[in-house]
Protein backbone atom coordinates (compact mmCIF):
# COMPACT_ATOMS: atom_id res chain seq x y z
CA UNK A 1 0.00 0.00 0.00
CA UNK A 2 1.31 3.51 -1.01
CA UNK A 3 1.04 6.35 0.83
CA UNK A 4 0.80 9.87 -0.92
CA UNK A 5 3.32 12.19 0.69
CA UNK A 6 1.90 14.31 3.30
CA UNK A 7 -0.04 17.73 1.86
CA UNK A 8 0.99 20.87 3.43
CA UNK A 9 -1.94 22.62 5.62
CA UNK A 10 -2.02 26.00 3.91
CA UNK A 11 -0.45 25.86 0.44
CA UNK A 12 -0.95 29.54 0.35
CA UNK A 13 1.55 30.71 2.77
CA UNK A 14 4.47 28.53 0.68
CA UNK A 15 3.70 30.19 -2.21
CA UNK A 16 4.38 33.65 -1.15
CA UNK A 17 7.26 35.71 -3.05
CA UNK A 18 10.84 36.90 -0.40
CA UNK A 19 8.89 40.43 -0.64
CA UNK A 20 5.26 39.53 0.25
CA UNK A 21 6.73 37.54 3.15
CA UNK A 22 7.95 40.12 4.73
CA UNK A 23 4.75 41.80 4.31
CA UNK A 24 2.68 39.27 5.60
CA UNK A 25 1.74 39.15 9.31
CA UNK A 26 2.68 36.73 12.01
CA UNK A 27 0.42 34.52 13.08
CA UNK A 28 1.68 33.36 16.34
CA UNK A 29 2.59 36.38 18.12
CA UNK A 30 4.77 35.66 21.36
CA UNK A 31 3.02 36.75 24.75
CA UNK A 32 4.59 36.77 27.72
CA UNK A 33 2.11 36.08 30.73
CA UNK A 34 4.70 37.48 33.63
CA UNK A 35 7.35 40.08 33.01
CA UNK A 36 10.77 39.44 33.26
CA UNK A 37 11.04 41.91 36.53
CA UNK A 38 8.20 39.75 37.79
CA UNK A 39 10.35 36.92 37.50
CA UNK A 40 13.12 38.05 39.01
CA UNK A 41 11.33 38.93 42.05
CA UNK A 42 9.30 35.63 42.08
CA UNK A 43 13.12 33.54 41.37
CA UNK A 44 14.89 35.72 44.44
CA UNK A 45 11.40 35.05 46.39
CA UNK A 46 11.78 31.44 46.10
CA UNK A 47 15.27 30.90 46.82
CA UNK A 48 14.77 33.43 49.87
CA UNK A 49 12.01 30.56 51.31
CA UNK A 50 14.28 27.62 50.08
CA UNK A 51 17.49 28.93 51.98
CA UNK A 52 15.26 30.05 55.21
CA UNK A 53 13.41 26.49 54.95
CA UNK A 54 17.23 24.59 54.76
CA UNK A 55 18.17 26.56 57.74
CA UNK A 56 14.90 25.44 59.97
CA UNK A 57 15.51 22.10 58.45
CA UNK A 58 19.63 22.01 59.25
CA UNK A 59 19.39 23.58 63.01
CA UNK A 60 16.24 22.02 63.98
CA UNK A 61 16.21 18.64 62.63
CA UNK A 62 19.86 17.98 62.45
CA UNK A 63 21.15 20.09 64.83
CA UNK A 64 18.67 19.66 67.41
CA UNK A 65 17.34 23.24 68.43
CA UNK A 66 14.23 24.84 68.26
CA UNK A 67 13.39 25.66 64.68
CA UNK A 68 12.03 29.21 65.79
CA UNK A 69 15.71 29.96 67.21
CA UNK A 70 17.31 29.82 63.55
CA UNK A 71 15.75 33.18 63.08
CA UNK A 72 16.73 34.93 66.21
CA UNK A 73 20.06 37.02 65.70
CA UNK A 74 21.76 35.47 68.80
CA UNK A 75 22.05 32.43 66.84
CA UNK A 76 23.87 33.65 63.86
CA UNK A 77 25.94 35.62 65.68
CA UNK A 78 26.90 32.86 67.66
CA UNK A 79 27.28 30.97 64.28
CA UNK A 80 29.69 33.81 63.07
CA UNK A 81 32.01 33.60 66.28
CA UNK A 82 32.53 30.31 65.80
CA UNK A 83 33.47 30.87 62.65
CA UNK A 84 35.67 33.24 62.88
CA UNK A 85 37.67 31.67 66.13
CA UNK A 86 37.49 28.29 64.67
CA UNK A 87 36.83 26.58 67.34
Known sequence: MRKS???PAEPEAQALPAEEEAAAPRRFARTRLIRIGL???I????????LAAGAVV???AIGDGAWLDVFRPSTWQHILDF????T
Open 39 to 41: RLI
Open 83 to 86: VEKG
Open 58 to 60: GYS
Open 43 to 50: VAALMALS
Open 5 to 7: PPT
